[in-house]
């Protein structure tokens, strides 16, 4: 499976998910390019799926009905993430093109960085 990882998605997730052809849009030089575009792109390049954190894109871009599946995380922080490879993982190999699905891998909560009183 041809996966793209958006720029909001960790690149130290891609080692665990051996059994896909992982591809980053920083690594693509894809940086700069909105995501009209963006979706235009992995199109033309035959991805098979776009994996990204960006939850207000299936309100911002037409997403349903593309030849690529769009899986979004809850969370994009990789010590929150980490301990949900192997649900990333499932739902890649689920995806089904022309589909938007959701990963849910719970939510960073930022610790209190306050020195107590």
Do not use: Y
């Amino acid at each position: 499976m041809k996966v793209l990882f958006d720029e909001d998605v960790p690149a130290r997730l891609a080692p665990f998910l051996l059994l896909h052809e992982i591809h980053t849009v920083a690594g693509m030089r894809w940086g700069s390019i909105k995501n009209g575009a963006l979706l235009a792109l992995i199109e033309r390049e035959g991805f098979d799926v776009f994996l990204t954190g960006d939850k207000n894109m299936n309100q911002q871009q037409r997403l349903d009905g593309r030849p690529f599946a769009v899986l979004i995380l809850s969370a994009i922080n990789s010590p929150v993430i980490r301990t949900h490879v192997q649900k990333i993982s499932d739902a890649l190999d689920n995806a089904e093109r022309g589909a938007v699905g959701m990963i849910n891998c719970g939510v960073f909560v930022p610790h209190s960085r306050r020195f107590p009183r």
